[in-house]
């Protein structure tokens, strides 16, 4: 009887065991099953929550793709900010909010981010501020990066929720009493780059007011920063890529002593990026596209990209259609000379010649980054966007 016992007892626990592991396996696979799929909105008015309206509810992702709503949030105040990671003014804030975060953390305060962006809404030429666009793929990447100690949620697919609260920019901050009323909306302060100072004064007021019961002074600001990113913004896209697709593109020769100057860059006055591809180099072809979204976000800034062939000069209409085929409106070269040792040394000494070789170089000459194989553009962005000539901030 005992033995028997005690075999009914451990299939029991080999059960429950199985059914929790069916369980865990389960919530993982549902949290891994989130894939972002950016939805057209129809244009609509879209209106600010009023001081005194209750929190619309809410259900997005966060970065490791697990559900956060309304009600997980349950503190005496909560901060809703709406931001993003392509805006320079909401780059600008991010330390201050992980200020906030941190110096109310016992006192009492939920502090949430919410990307309110539709990447279908978002064009190259404004990335250029940015590493990263605002797609669900690029948040983690962003939280990691700069150690955001918020959560920070997705509600680009829809803009379900943002619509309801109706930010006009990022970063915009909304505070909430303990009922879930709003309180203040607006800034966090009206000093924009952080390098002249700002302490996320007016929503560190707001939210003092509402923990100590009292009404908020001035419960709605302005707000400055980049538009809100609402869907139905597609026509800009749509019409930017048809500019460039319609740009005349052409390639000319280039000797030694040309890619040298190219090399010293004396007369851009910008940063200059410069790749070294082939039209028989597969790796080359594969990742040149991503050039040219560079050019796209930072060509508007101190920044050029050119490309330089080391294909033999004979096969000129080859290399001009690959060019075309990659729509590479910008410097395109073909080295004329068929000593490719001397395209190297005139390169970069150091490059050992094997494609595709990229390099970054400052108005001076001075080599700020440089690379052989297949480039980690995320890597790049970072080189380009944190370089004193270009910069996050306005």
């Not at 559900?67 to 005496?76: G, V």
């Not at 590479?328 to 000494?349: G, R, W």
């Not at 480039?375 to 370089?387: P, S, Y």
Request: proline share 6%; net charge negative; with cysteine.
């Amino acid at each position: 009887m005992k033995n028997l016992t005690f075999l009914c007892s451990f299939l029991v626990l080999i059960s429950l065991s199985a059914c929790q592991s069916n369980a865990d396996t389960k919530k993982e696979t549902a949290k891994a099953s989130f894939i972002a799929n950016p939805q057209p909105v129809a244009k609509q008015e879209v209106k600010t929550l009023a001081i005194g309206e209750t929190a619309p509810d809410f259900n997005l992702p966060d970065i490791n793709g697990d559900f956060r709503k309304l009600a997980d949030y349950t503190k005496e105040v909560l901060v809703i900010i709406f931001t993003s990671n392509h805006c320079p003014t909401a780059q600008a804030y991010e330390d201050r909010i992980k200020a906030i975060v941190t110096d109310y953390k016992d006192k009492g305060v939920d502090l949430v981010a919410i990307t309110p962006n539709s990447p279908l809404g978002l064009r190259y030429d404004e990335l250029g501020y940015t590493d990263l666009n605002d797609d669900f793929a690029t948040m983690k990447p962003r939280a990691e990066h700069h150690n955001f100690n918020f959560p920070y949620l997705y509600d680009g697919d829809t803009e379900e929720a943002s619509l309801k609260y109706g930010p006009v920019a990022t970063p915009h901050a909304f505070v909430f009493d303990k009922a879930r009323k709003l309180q203040y909306v607006g800034r966090l302060d009206k000093l924009e780059n952080p390098s002249k100072g700002g302490n996320a004064e007016d929503l560190r007021a707001a939210i003092n007011a509402v923990l100590a019961g009292e009404p908020v002074a001035e419960p709605k600001t302005k707000t400055f920063g980049c538009s809100t990113k609402w869907a139905w913004k597609t026509d800009y896209n749509d019409k930017a890529d048809a500019d460039w697709a319609a740009r005349p593109i052409t390639v000319e020769p280039i000797d030694e002593p040309g890619v040298k100057a190219l090399l010293k860059n004396e007369d851009s006055g910008k940063l200059r990026l410069i790749n070294v591809w082939a039209t028989w180099c597969g790796p080359c072809m594969m990742e040149y596209p991503e050039f040219i979204i560079l050019q796209r976000m930072y060509g508007g800034r101190d920044f050029e990209f050119v490309s330089i062939s080391a294909d033999k000069p004979s096969i000129g209409d080859k290399v001009l259609k690959a060019m075309k085929e990659k729509q590479s409106a910008v410097k395109n070269y073909h080295f004329s000379e068929d000593d490719k040792y001397a395209l190297i040394e005139a390169v970069d000494p150091n490059w050992n010649g094997a494609l595709p070789y990229t390099i970054l170089v400052e108005p001076n000459g001075k080599v700020v980054w440089s690379y052989q194989g297949d480039v980690d553009f995320l890597e790049l962005k970072r080189a380009i966007v944190d370089h004193p000539m270009i910069g996050r901030y306005f």
